[in-house]
């Protein structure tokens, strides 16, 4: 997908939908290796967790005979939920998933207003809610629940600083190893914390 | 909306995430009237259930200078799941809505295969599952369980007849009254039926 600078620009392939594999010395992206994670759980019976699509606009379509519908025209919207939703042992599910390259804080500029304010309805709905942060300089992918993302939030709003501290993951977070075949083994702490 | 003929086409309301306000003798369309009443349960702070966007394919997307990026070329997918889920009294809600102009029947086709096997998933997972399916020449809603929906279903797969008659809506489905603020009030049953 690499073009000829000034030629076209394609979107981030997390606006796209489209599975994006980096054989990096990182691994894959994680959203990637959520994907993979929920195929898992939904192949293995032990979950039903999906992606939400990116929410998009449509202004314009073009029907060219005998081929698909093209949208020739279209808008990125916001989100007014989190990205990832679904059912485990008949309770629902709801997270967030943002990777930094920061190496000692979360900024929480990376999830939108609207989003904490749904991660709190969550809550209050009896819904199981939470975070899933990677932090890509150590390679490390922390659990987190959605009522310290809320306390840094509420703090933020109040006045407070604008991020998390690295140390508050490694204190209040739940480090998730890296697994070949579940790569985000979230359900593990979910288990733990939850049930 | 309506551009001459031959002059450019748009897409059909439904896929394209915009608000469709249809001020005919029949009232709004489904989708509107759900979107209404799901925007109501969550302002009264009654349950948590959105409609997913529909699931685009992005290919390209041009970055105008100062302006929103705009996708040029795009495609839409089959969706994986069906259109609303969410949390209610902590429980997972899932379910598909339909309009059919038809008098005697639904026809099956209106549903993917793997929507329904969607469904067949979140119930084995202990999640809430059902259709709301309108018929518009009666001007009636009708709420169906997943069971009914499922059980026609697998009727068909091993030969049986493609559609579910309009009666078995009426024994074995609940009607839905129109009521101005709560236009498709479904919690109500579900409350009847899983609590």
Redesign the interface.
Known sequence: MDYPSGV????PAH????SKYTYSNRGMSLEEDINMTNQFY?ET?K??I?K????????????PKRS??????????SK??TDY??????????FEAKETKNKTLFPLANIHDHQFR?ME??S????ICFGIIRFSSYNETYFIDSEILLLYWNKMLNGGRKSIPYEVFKSDGYLLPFNYQVRVHYLKIVDQLYF
Chains 1, 2 share one sequence.
């Open positions: 076209r620009r394609s979107a606006q796209k939908g489209i939904r019976n979950a039903i999906h939400k699509p990116t929410p998009v606009q449509i202004v314009n379509v073009h029907y698909a519908a093209v949208i020739t025209e279209g808008y990125f919207q007014s939920t939703n679904g059912v485990y042992r008949g309770k629902y599910i709801d749904h309805a969550i209050k709905h009896g819904g």
